[in-house]
């Protein structure tokens, strides 16, 4: 019987996949004491593991077959199924955390479930780098049911952080490519900047990064108030600067680019649908919350 004296017994994990992600979480299970068991589809990337002590198996199904615990972390959710194909998941908790769309991770989640699996979805907000680095601020959305993830989360938290998103397999996935598309159009936004003052030779990059990173980390606030109007339903809660007189500042902006022999092409999509906004009429006061509306209803 386990007394204080008595070492806690690491749950084994099998992991497949062994790429830049896969070769990273692994690490951190063997760093921990975990008994580890890998697979990757060209061999030789098994190796360096295999030094620190995992057993490497010679199939995905060997290795599905070693821990009840079984780790996906392979390129997409095609190369799953063919990983997978011959491999009996009877009895298996099966983690994926290929990234994917909701719809794939849906599709994945029942196709675990007929093979007998119960399944985990996760969605990955860490770069290699920040695996095994608390500090770093990395995480791991996942989806399916509640107990199975509280009870692989210790396991699962030794890579990096934790986040449940729910019941449903889909939201992991779902709250990743959100915060991925955040990111996609926040970029875009950055390199526009960076364009405009691109070939001015007294404003050097290095000295206009710290004023542009600066500045957005201030206006990354403004989602609490996006957040609070969408489930108040009123977007002039709060509004100090509002759709009328950023629609007329956006003029200047697309006027701006002009002059500098830069393209709006990142920009426009955005003022255009600012512009639409304001000739529905009737949101002059209103923050640009509604375009919320508008995307959904195309
Ligand atoms: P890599 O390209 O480094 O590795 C891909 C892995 O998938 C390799 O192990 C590769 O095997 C395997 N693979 C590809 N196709 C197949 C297939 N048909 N059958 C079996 N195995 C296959 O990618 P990462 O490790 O970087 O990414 C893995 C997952 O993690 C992806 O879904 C990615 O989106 C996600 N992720 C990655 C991040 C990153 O910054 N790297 C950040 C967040 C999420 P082989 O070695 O044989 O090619």
């Known amino acids: 019987m386990a007394n204080e004296k008595t070492p806690v017994e690491k749950t084994p994990v099998t992991l497949l996949g062994l790429g830049a992600m896969g070769a990273a979480l692994g690490r951190t299970w063997l760093d921990a004491g ?12 098994t190796d360096a593991l295999a030094a620190y002590g995992a057993e490497v198996a010679d199939s995905a199904a060997e290795a599905v077959a070693a821990s009840r615990l079984v780790i996906v972390c392979l390129l997409d959710d095609a190369s799953v199924g063919e990983a997978l194909a011959d491999a009996d998941l009877t009895g298996k908790d099966l983690v994926n955390l290929t990234t994917g769309t909701p719809a794939e991770a849906r599709e994945r989640a029942r196709w675990a479930e007929e093979r007998g699996a119960r399944f985990l979805d996760g969605g990955i907000m860490a770069i290699p780098p920040m695996i095994g680095v608390p500090e770093s601020g990395g995480y791991i959305f996942y989806s399916g049911p509640r107990a199975l993830f509280d009870e692989h989360r210790a396991t699962l938290a030794v890579p990096t952080g934790t986040s449940y998103a729910g019941e449903g397999p889909g939201h992991a996935s779902l709250q990743d490519v959100a ?3 955040a990111m996609t159009g926040m970029t875009g936004g950055i390199l526009h900047a960076f364009a405009l003052v691109r070939g ?6 290095k000295e206009f990064a710290p004023l542009l990173s600066g500045w957005l980390t201030a206006m ?11 489930e108040s339903g009123d977007y002039t809660e709060g509004v ?10 956006n003029a200047t902006l ?9 393209s709006t092409e990142l920009i426009a999509p955005f003022t255009d649908l600012m512009a639409a906004r304001l000739a529905e009429g009737g949101h002059d006061g209103e923050s640009v919350t509604g375009i919320v509306d508008m995307l959904r209803h195309k």
């Open 240 to 249: 100090v600067s509002n759709l009328a007189m950023m629609t007329a500042g």
């Open 179 to 181: 915060l991925l598309s």
């Open 254 to 262: 697309l006027r701006t680019a002009e002059e500098q022999g830069v």
């Open 220 to 230: 990354a606030l403004a989602v609490d108030q996006t957040a609070a109007q969408l």
């Open 200 to 205: 001015e030779e007294d404003i050097a990059p």
């Open 34 to 45: 975990h008994p580890l068991t890998v697979w990757n589809r060209t061999p030789g990337k």
